[in-house]
């Protein structure tokens, strides 16, 4: 029944996750963007924290601790610098998406052409793409991913996944933000497909679990943004007091955490449903539409607390703002997320009647 | 360990729970609002509640052995809460019990009170009610500000003053009427005292008109020197050094909100699937703008409903929930209005006609954002601890 307490291990493994966010990735935050990448220092001590390989399955030497696991750790550490946290992680989704559409043998291909995560692999929804095949190969353009190089691509559609290891071209580009990750624009020109795997009860599990490793990745920023805001506005005084206690401000700082919470609820219902193995498709949408929704008002109230310094470099809020409204560009952005749940959810007679496969 | 899951049992319950209100709450609501008036005392549907073990208490009584209403987890009674709300909110306050004040006279009354006041409720004879006198006219959500005075006199009390909005004041066995011993020393001045139906000076009840959830009965009432005895004080005097009095009622506060919220996620939700029906009758479905809205409000019932339970699952665990208490009353209160707002625009000028279950859902919710406490105060109590809010 209802429960929301941590097990004893993802408790350990979520402070050790939010103690390196807070003393690795915050401080040289500013340093990672510009230099376009994490610092080498930092990647090489992370093999040995083993948070890359959380949701990797036992069987493929991960510590197969599920999608609510790896929800619960992108966020603390997105919400530390989601632009690290990306570049730190070797697979994003691209291996649990293998995983649901081709099972172990697929995602056992990944780790080797990665060299057991040595090195990034990247994962892309085709509704960020432009895609043809022909008998030269497969062709695609991306106009944005968040790195510089990767040695793998993983690409989902409706019907499944392929996987591509050779010819994966990048034209680097600025990025609105996530730089520590790198940016560039993707191109395959006829690159040869090395692996393909139809199952689209898979893919669309897949896509489940993309869109709600994204959210886990914005809410980490959100809760960033918020937590900072609201600490300047408690020490920042105007008309005679801190501005926080101005009601106007309060209220809305109330109504940003208040959106926070409830929206990070929803992405661990959907991820439970996911290590369940209940249907969760239309609850990954809904939850990455709901904190989408939810950061088009944080990141630019985070900004808009701080008045003036909001807009400048030297606080964080700024890049909260820019790097939130990047991710939400992903899976097809917003649109595509409510347009899943909202055709899934006409088809039933009662939605969100209690107790339907013993869930809420 | 993270779980959402509900267990069998309590599915089997909540199943129970949808059938009575299809075959009862629903009825039930629709004809006290076809009659703008509530359920009559004598009405046979409370006999059947009554035939159906309801009505009870949930106190064991003082050898601990009995339990007419078994006593369930926070988070069961908020599913079971948001179902029955889901049928008819106005029916579920109107159901005899002991209602609001049993959590206050289990956790602080006198051996001897929970004998006289919750022994009758269980094994009741008839349908019987009780109710918390707290509301005035010029205190709603700032409960520190009463004017209600109880004054010593020798042996018992006397209490002078006027209540508002009390649902079922007029039918209560009993009411625990919150007072205050001196009205400039705000909340650490109050009491509670059980004052019994036809004492004296207990009088000029008026049964409001309201503009939804008319199954129940809303009230006002006077109180022109009742004089109670001692043992009618809650606790007894000891129990109410510092400010215990005032805490009395912000504990049955701290509980009531998460229950509110789940009525506003079951009324939204009743919203929602009468708002896919007519959609889908009028083949309404296939158009985005349509179906995009109702996408946004499911995503906000899942949310809210969300919320509510994790302030519950808070209390279950007897850790705080101060904080996640208001917000989820905040959330699910505001989220149910635009619910039952979206369901009007979608069954158009036929909502204009007043007698359209969503049309009574849209007057019905309009309350949760105000009992127990407005939306605004809600955010008021949350930003003092987010941001230190003064008082």
Redesign the interface.
């Known amino acids: 029944m209802f429960d929301l307490e941590p097990d004893d291990e993802l408790a350990l493994v979520l402070e050790t996750a939010r103690r390196l966010a807070r003393e690795e990735l915050v401080p040289p935050m500013r340093t990672h963007e510009a230099d376009r990448a994490i610092s080498p220092a930092l990647a090489s001590s992370w093999e040995e924290v083993g948070l890359s390989t959380l949701d990797v399955p036992i069987e493929l030497d991960g510590a197969g601790m599920g999608c609510l696991a790896r929800v619960f750790v992108n966020e603390a550490l997105a919400e530390g610098d989601v632009g690290a946290a990306i570049a730190l992680d070797p697979y994003g989704t691209a291996l649990v998406a293998l995983l649901e559409v081709g099972g172990l043998e697929a995602a056992r291909t990944l780790r080797e052409a990665t060299g057991d995560g040595a090195r990034r692999a990247l994962f892309v929804d085709a509704r960020d793409a432009l895609v043809s095949e022909d008998d030269a190969g497969l062709t695609l353009d991306v106009p944005w991913v968040a790195a510089d190089e990767a040695v793998a691509l993983v690409l989902l559609d409706e019907n499944g996944v392929c996987l591509v290891t050779e010819g994966l071209a990048f034209d680097s580009v600025r990025g609105a933000g996530i730089r520590a990750a790198g940016g560039g624009r993707l191109r395959l020109d006829g690159a040869p497909v090395a692996g393909r795997w139809e199952n689209a009860e898979g893919a669309g599990r897949a896509r489940a679990r993309a869109r709600l490793h994204t959210a886990s990745l914005l809410l980490g920023v959100l809760s960033a943004s918020c937590t900072f805001s609201a600490n300047y506005a408690q020490e920042r005084q105007a008309f005679g007091r801190p501005i926080a206690h101005h009601q106007a401000l309060a209220f809305l700082i109330t109504d940003m955490r208040i959106a926070l919470d409830a929206a990070r609820l929803v992405v661990h219902e959907a991820a439970w449903r996911v290590d369940q193995r209940l249907p969760c498709e239309t609850e990954a949408a809904s939850a990455f539409a709901e904190v989408i929704e939810v950061g088009r008002t944080i990141g630019p109230n985070g900004v808009q607390i701080l008045g003036g310094h909001g807009f400048m470099a030297d606080y964080p809020v700024e890049k909260h703002m820019r790097e939130a409204r990047a991710l939400s560009l992903l899976h097809g952005g917003f649109d595509a997320a409510i347009e899943d749940a909202g055709q899934a959810l006409i088809a039933q007679e009662r939605p969100l009647g209690l107790g339907q496969e013993g869930a809420l | 360990?993270?779980?959402?899951?509900?267990?069998?049992e309590?599915?089997a319950r909540?199943?129970e729970a949808a059938e009575i209100g299809l075959k009862e709450l629903r009825p039930a609501g629709l004809e006290a609002d076809k009659n703008m008036a509530p359920i009559p005392v004598g009405d046979p549907f409370f006999d059947r509640c009554l035939e159906r073990g309801e009505g009870g208490t949930s106190w064991t009584g003082l050898d601990g052995k009995r339990a007419r209403s078994p006593r369930r987890?926070v988070?069961?009674r908020l599913?079971l809460s948001?179902?029955q709300a889901y049928w008819d909110r106005g029916v579920i306050i109107a159901l005899p019990g002991p209602g609001l004040p049993e959590n206050n006279v289990i956790s602080m009354g006198t051996d001897e009170q929970k004998e006289r006041y919750l022994g009758p409720f269980l094994e009741p004879d008839r349908p019987r009610w009780a109710c918390f006198g707290m509301t005035e006219p010029g205190a709603g959500s700032d409960a520190a500000a009463i004017r209600t005075t109880a004054r010593k006199d020798g042996d018992g009390w006397i209490l002078n003053g006027a209540k508002c909005f009390i649902g079922s004041a007029s039918r209560s066995d009993w009411i625990l009427v919150q007072a205050t011993l001196d009205p400039t020393k705000g909340r650490g001045a109050q009491r509670a005292f059980f004052v019994e139906k036809g004492t004296p000076g207990l009088g000029s009840f008026k049964i409001e008109k309201k503009m939804g959830l008319k199954a129940y009965e809303s009230t006002s009432f006077s109180l022109d020197d009742v004089r109670v005895p001692a043992a009618n004080l809650l606790g007894g005097e000891a129990r109410y050094e510092s400010s215990a009095g005032f805490k009395t009622a912000m504990r049955t506060f701290n509980a009531g909100r998460p229950q509110i919220a789940a009525n506003a996620v079951g009324m939204a939700?009743s919203a929602?699937?009468e708002s896919?029906r007519f959609?889908?009758e009028h083949d309404l479905?296939g158009r985005d703008r349509v179906?995009?809205r109702?996408?946004?409000i499911?995503?906000k019932?899942?949310?809210?409903?969300?919320?509510g339970?994790?302030a519950?699952?808070l209390a279950d665990?007897e850790r705080p929930n101060i904080i996640?208490a208001s917000?989820s009353k905040?959330?699910a209160a505001q989220m149910a209005q635009e619910a039952t707002t979206l369901g009007l625009e979608l069954v158009g000028i036929v909502g204009a006609r007043g007698d359209h279950l969503i049309e009574k859902l849209y007057r019905d919710v309009k309350a949760m954002d105000i009992v127990e406490g407005t939306g605004?105060v809600q955010?008021?109590i949350?930003?003092r601890t987010?941001?230190?809010?003064?008082r």
């Open positions: 360990m993270i779980d959402f899951r509900i267990d069998p309590a599915q909540l199943a987890s988070v069961e599913l948001e179902e939700r929602l699937d896919i959609a889908r479905l179906r995009d109702i996408e946004a499911s995503r019932v899942r949310k809210a409903r969300l919320v339970l994790k519950g699952w665990e996640e917000m905040a959330l605004q955010r008021m949350v930003a987010l941001v230190g809010l003064p």
